[in-house]
């Protein structure tokens, strides 16, 4: 089983940066996709960002394309999101995920691990 520690958040003024990191506690994760995913107070979680196993290939949402880039290290089983231009509505608590199938590496519903979560706030 592959456990998934984020670290990073904290609080930002708008226009500001934070580099999130999640760290997969096996050595396999080199052949998962990974994802980072996002739920603010009542609302439902949502796709961020995405990288397939070799990193050749990324995903982002249309709100934080040209903000956020996703990017990974497999030889320290970590993955990435550095987030520049922060803006309030970017305030929530932040998933990292695993996603051993790689169908579609934006959907919720396909990956099999998922972190505890890391809480960037951004103040206006």
């Known amino acids: 089983q592959v456990q998934l520690v984020e670290s990073g958040g904290g609080l930002v003024q708008a226009g500001g940066s934070l580099r999130l990191t999640c760290t997969a506690s096996e050595r396999t994760f080199r052949w998962y996709g990974m994802g980072w995913f996002r739920q603010s107070p009542g609302k439902e979680r949502e796709f961020v960002a995405a990288i397939n196993w070799s990193g050749r290939s990324t995903y982002y949402a249309d709100s934080v394309l040209g903000r956020f880039t996703i990017s990974r290290d497999n030889a320290k089983n970590t993955v990435y999101l550095q987030m520049n231009s922060l803006k309030p509505e970017d305030t929530a ?7 051993r199938q790689q169908f579609d590496l934006t959907s919720e519903a396909e990956n099999d691990y998922w972190g505890q979560g890391t809480q960037v706030t951004v103040s206006s």
């Open 93 to 99: 608590n932040y998933y990292c995920a695993a996603n």
